[in-house]
């Protein structure tokens, strides 16, 4: 049996290796995502994941002050809004607000596109840019940091508002945009990944730099979890086709966030377990059987031959053809 501990952000953090995704499939508060939210830190969830867009941190902030566990033992994600890329330290205040706390442990840019109040997409050349926003990324994790040198390794550590600071939906293109002028490289990368969208050319970048990858929707929304391979190898470990997708991602050096309201699967997620080399190989190949290389998500457009929330998948960056970089808004 795998250990779900945590990996180490480039700040030197901990983050927990599996945590629970907060989208609902809707916008808004609900009692489900509350009861959801109590429950899995009740069977030992220690890392929430939620996002402004998603108007339920009000419920998550209430679930955990109500479990009673002390804020500093739950790593807390939200993210930035399109809508407040030009007002970055406004929006987390907001969002600090609605979870009912100090600080959130990482703050992520939700998508590379910036969107006006009225909705209207901005192009990428339109401010604010990605490399504007940033940089309010930025100012926001440098308000309370602190270095600290143990053992002769020298971290950067937030005391502020956002602990760490990251992205998410960026491909190797729109992270090359901002990394050109970034003061501070992005934590965590949150993209759409499991074993029909493995993205090895955006895991190995990340990798590269220091940027930890977390896969939301790593279970496929259950789409692929009857696959023969996936069966066989479930059934040669005595466990649930769910843990196998799950264990694939962690081992492979990823986060994993998945969503079930349902009480036993939270249980079940919480328990990966050790793949061979063979297995491991054999999950990575699985996109490459006719029809199974593809995004389950379903914000996709054919607009202009592909397209997300204004943007063409080449501004994006996004190549959906057998190999290629693609990711989703969890």
């Given at each position: 049996m795998m250990s779900t501990n945590s990996f180490i952000l480039n700040t030197g953090k901990d983050i927990p290796r599996v945590g629970l995704g907060c989208w609902m499939g809707h916008v808004g508060d609900s009692q489900d995502v509350g009861e959801m939210v109590r429950t899995a830190l009740r069977v030992g969830y220690r890392h929430l994941d939620t996002a402004s867009n998603y108007g339920n941190e009000r419920s998550v902030?209430?679930?955990?002050?109500?479990?009673?566990?002390?804020?500093?033992?739950?790593?807390?994600?939200?993210?930035?809004?399109?809508?407040?890329?030009?007002?970055?330290a406004q929006a987390l205040q907001t969002s600090l607000a609605n979870l009912q706390t100090d600080y959130v442990d990482l703050f992520l840019v939700h998508w590379p596109q910036a969107?006006?109040?009225?909705?209207?997409?901005?192009?990428?050349?339109?401010?604010?840019?990605?490399?504007?926003?940033?940089?309010?990324?930025?100012?926001?994790?440098?308000?309370?940091?602190?270095?600290?040198?143990?053992?002769?390794?020298?971290?950067?550590?937030?005391?502020?508002?956002?602990?760490?600071?990251?992205?998410?939906?960026?491909?190797?293109?729109?992270?090359?945009?901002?990394?050109?002028h970034a003061h501070v490289v992005p934590a965590v990368n949150q993209v759409e990944m499991h074993p029909c969208l493995p993205q090895p050319p955006l895991l190995a970048f990340c990798r590269d730099r220091g940027i930890l990858i977390t896969a939301y929707s790593p279970i496929g929304k259950n789409k692929f979890s009857t696959d023969p391979l996936v069966v066989k190898i479930a059934a040669a470990h005595a466990a649930k086709e769910t843990q196998i997708l799950l264990s694939w991602g962690v081992q492979r050096g990823t986060c994993v966030i998945p969503k079930t309201t349902k009480e036993e699967r939270l249980r079940d997620n919480l328990v990966l377990v050790e793949l061979s080399s063979e297995e491991m190989t054999a999950l990575d190949n699985l996109h490459l059987s006719p029809g199974?290389?593809?995004?389950?998500?379903?914000?996709?457009?054919?607009?202009?031959?592909?397209?997300?929330?204004?943007?063409?998948?080449?501004?994006?960056?996004?190549?959906?053809?057998?190999?290629g970089v693609a990711s989703d808004s969890a």
């Open positions: 902030g209430l679930a955990l002050k109500e479990s009673g566990i002390p804020r500093r033992e739950v790593f807390i994600t939200t993210k930035l809004a399109g809508e407040d890329h030009g007002r970055v969107f006006t109040e009225t909705g209207k997409t901005l192009q990428p050349e339109e401010s604010p840019t990605i490399s504007e926003t940033w940089k309010q990324m930025e100012e926001v994790f440098r308000a309370g940091n602190i270095i600290l040198i143990l053992r002769r390794c020298t971290h950067s550590y937030s005391l502020g508002k956002a602990r760490a600071i990251g992205v998410s939906n960026f491909s190797v293109k729109t992270l090359t945009t901002l990394l050109e199974m290389h593809r995004s389950v998500c379903g914000f996709h457009s054919t607009d202009l031959g592909g397209s997300c929330f204004g943007w063409i998948y080449a501004q994006l960056g996004w190549d959906l053809a057998l190999g």
